[in-house]
Every structure is written in structure tokens, then in C-alpha cells.
């Protein structure tokens, strides 16, 4: 007889709105267990053996779905990361006002890359990853505007990589955009949901 799938319950690693707004907005029943780790020390001993910015972005992901993945070994676990990749350099969400000015500064006028990466755990181990990568190109914007922009965007911007949020006004900071936007949002959701559904955990 035909072995029965039975779906497994899915439980987000991360305390993120947007990821969570994507999955709830898709119709895929989850719930959220924030893993704990010291992401900036993890990032900077990385960065220190001079990592590329993609395997940074998988590296945490992993680690945080791991984590909470070996408290519940029965669940699948997701564990996501974003990082900004400016023409190998990372960089990460902007801690002052003047970190996002100079982070936008560096940007402008220029091409840089977003990897969002997932990963799913069970049983404490990795069955599942996926890096989506988007090309971003910004516009020659004027002083005045990044100004302004800033005055209205910040302290919402603080969470997001590179100060800008594409879903809110950050979209008129740029020129271009090649690539899937739920990957820009922070979550390689068409790749997951098509692993999901592979494996019988949602509808096909």
C-alpha cells in the first residue's frame, strides 16, 4: 500500500514581519520560533576568514534553522537570511542615520546583488537550501532627495540591509531590478513553496 505523507507542521526561525506577512499571505500554516544566535559575531568571524557574502547568507540561515530545528526534531524548519552584496563586499542593516546615508551613498549610481537565502531543517539536520539572487541597480538620486528620504524613512529602514524597504518608498532609489521580488522581500518563497508541495506538505 501507498505510503501517506503526513504533512509535517513548519515553524519559521525568524522574527521577521515581511516573512512571516509572505507566508500568512500565501496561505502556508506556520508558526514562529525565533532562534537565537549571535548573528554579528557569527557575520564578523565569517567576514574575518574573508567568506563570500552568498556563503555568509547561507551559513546563517542554516545556523538558525538548525537551532531551533534540535528543539523540534519533528517539525520542518525554516531558517532565512539576507545579505547585500556590493561588488563582493558586504553589506549589512544600517545601525545609525549616518550608517544608512553612507550605505546609500556607496550604493548610488551603482549595481549591487541581494541573496536571500532559506534553508529547511528536520531532525536537526539540513534536507533543503536555496540562495534567490536579485540584481539592483540605483539611480543617480540628488542629495536632496536622499535627505528627504531618509528624514521619512528612517527609523523604518533600520531593519533593512542597504537602508531601503522596495515595498515602501526605498523603489524610487533605484533605476533597475532583475530578478524575483519575494527574493528582494528576503525569502526565496516560489523555490519553497514548490519544495513543500513536492514533498506532499502542502496541497498539490
Same mark, same amino acid.
Given at each position: 500500500?501507498?505510503?501517506?505523507?503526513?504533512?509535517?507542521?513548519?515553524?519559521?526561525?525568524?522574527?521577521?514581519?515581511?516573512?512571516?506577512?509572505?507566508?500568512?499571505?500565501?496561505?502556508?500554516?506556520?508558526?514562529?520560533? /525565533?532562534?537565537?544566535? +549571535?548573528?554579528?559575531?557569527?557575520?564578523?568571524?565569517?567576514?574575518?576568514?574573508?567568506?563570500?557574502?552568498?556563503?555568509?547568507?547561507?551559513?546563517?540561515?542554516?545556523?538558525?534553522?538548525?537551532?531551533?530545528?534540535?528543539?523540534?526534531?519533528? +517539525?520542518?524548519?525554516?531558517?532565512?537570511?539576507?545579505?547585500?552584496?556590493?561588488? &563582493?563586499?558586504?553589506?549589512? /542593516?544600517?545601525?545609525?542615520?549616518? !550608517?544608512?546615508?553612507?550605505?546609500?551613498?556607496?550604493?548610488?549610481?551603482?549595481?549591487?546583488?541581494?541573496?536571500?537565502?532559506?534553508?529547511?531543517?528536520?531532525?536537526?539536520?539540513?534536507?533543503?537550501?536555496?540562495?534567490?539572487?536579485?540584481?539592483?541597480?540605483?539611480?543617480?538620486?540628488?542629495?536632496?532627495?536622499?535627505?528627504?528620504?531618509? +528624514?521619512?524613512?528612517?527609523?523604518?529602514?533600520?531593519?533593512?540591509? &542597504? *537602508?531601503? /524597504?522596495?515595498?515602501?518608498?526605498?523603489?524610487?532609489?533605484?533605476?533597475?531590478? !532583475? *530578478?524575483?521580488?519575494?527574493?528582494?522581500?528576503?525569502?526565496?518563497?516560489?523555490?519553497?513553496?514548490?519544495?513543500?508541495?513536492?514533498? *506532499? +506538505?502542502?496541497?498539490?
Amino acid at each position: 500500500h501507498g505510503f501517506i505523507h503526513m504533512p509535517k507542521n513548519l515553524i519559521l526561525a525568524s522574527g521577521s514581519e515581511i516573512r512571516q506577512t509572505l507566508l500568512r499571505n500565501a496561505n502556508v500554516p506556520f508558526r514562529i520560533e /525565533k532562534a537565537r544566535i +549571535d548573528e554579528d559575531m557569527i557575520k564578523h568571524a565569517l567576514l574575518a576568514e574573508e567568506t563570500a557574502p552568498r556563503e555568509i547568507a547561507d551559513t546563517l540561515a542554516e545556523m538558525k534553522a538548525l537551532k531551533v530545528s534540535q528543539k523540534f526534531p519533528d +517539525d520542518l524548519v525554516i531558517g532565512c537570511d539576507q545579505v547585500l552584496d556590493l561588488g &563582493g563586499k558586504l553589506l549589512s /542593516k544600517p545601525e545609525s542615520l549616518d !550608517e544608512a546615508r553612507a550605505q546609500l551613498l556607496e550604493l548610488r549610481n551603482q549595481r549591487h546583488m541581494l541573496l536571500s537565502a532559506a534553508v529547511i531543517c528536520e531532525g536537526g539536520k539540513p534536507i533543503w537550501r536555496h540562495i534567490g539572487q536579485v540584481r539592483l541597480r540605483m539611480r543617480d538620486f540628488s542629495d536632496d532627495f536622499l535627505e528627504g528620504y531618509l +528624514d521619512r524613512n528612517w527609523p523604518g529602514i533600520a531593519h533593512s540591509v &542597504g *537602508g531601503y /524597504k522596495l515595498e515602501e518608498e526605498g523603489v524610487r532609489l533605484f533605476s533597475r531590478i !532583475e *530578478g524575483d521580488y519575494f527574493n528582494v522581500l528576503g525569502l526565496p518563497l516560489m523555490e519553497l513553496l514548490a519544495y513543500l508541495t513536492i514533498r *506532499g +506538505d502542502l496541497q498539490k
